[in-house]
């Protein structure tokens, strides 16, 4: 069974300068920051990740983007909260 142990910091969601979508390459920066910085994992769509103004397809491709930058490298725990 998986124990999550260590820093797993709640994600912003970047977007666009015009806020119209979600900022894919600010997003993967923002990941490999993190890990970079020798976190244990990433949650995004957590509490901090705009998760309520977002659709349901910003939503998927926020964690397919996370999942496929971080590539194994650590656990990624995605937010399911909903308004």
């Known amino acids: 069974m998986f124990k999550p142990e260590g820093i797993f910091p709640a994600l912003v969601t970047p977007f666009?300068?015009?806020g119209k979508a979600v900022d894919e390459n600010r997003l993967r920066f923002l990941v490999n920051r993190c890990i970079e910085l020798g976190v244990h994992g990433v949650v995004p769509c957590g509490t901090t990740g705009e998760f309520?103004?977002?659709?349901?397809e910003e939503r998927k491709q926020v964690?397919?983007?996370v999942v496929d930058e971080v590539n194994g490298r650590l656990p990624v725990?995605?937010?399911?909260?909903?308004s």
Do not use: C, L, Q, S
């Open 52 to 56: 309520v103004n977002m659709t349901i």
């Open 63 to 65: 964690i397919k983007v």
């Open 16 to 18: 666009t300068d015009d």
């Open 77 to 82: 725990i995605v937010g399911t909260g909903a």
